[in-house]
């Protein structure tokens, strides 16, 4: 296992105690990111969309995060109107936060 995972399985598992879902999101999230860059894009997907179902309507920021990567990840599987469609999603949710540029 890389280090990366070694710091974050267990930090999802406090997080997950902790009971804070945007927290735990924010630690799933980070796992796709790694499972992404290992190229295992199914399991990053996996990642993504419970870190997505933890914080939908609970933490927009994160939700645009999460559904940036998840468009990149499925891009990167030449799953090119997913990943259209996960963008699109996250520039409708930045609308309203001008803190986020989104580029689709």
């Known amino acids: 296992m ?3 995972l070694n710091i974050f399985i267990p930090g999802l598992e406090i997080a997950e105690d902790y009971g804070d879902p945007t927290f735990t999101s ?3 999230n980070n796992l796709g990111l790694i499972y992404d860059d290992i190229e ?3 399991k ?3 990642f993504y ?4 179902a933890l914080i939908k309507d609970i933490d927009e920021y994160e939700q645009i995060d999460v559904l940036i990567n998840l ?3 499925h891009q990167n599987k030449k799953e090119y109107d997913k990943a259209i469609s996960l963008n699109n999603q996250a520039l409708v ?3 309203n936060y001008s803190r986020y540029l989104v580029i689709c």
Request: charge should be negative; hydrophobic fraction near 45%.
């Open 49 to 52: 969309e419970e870190s997505l």
């Open 26 to 28: 924010i630690f799933l």
């Open 93 to 95: 949710i930045s609308n």
């Open 2 to 4: 890389n280090l990366p």
């Open 44 to 46: 990053a997907i996996e």
């Open 40 to 42: 295992d894009y199914n």
């Open 71 to 73: 468009a990149i990840t």
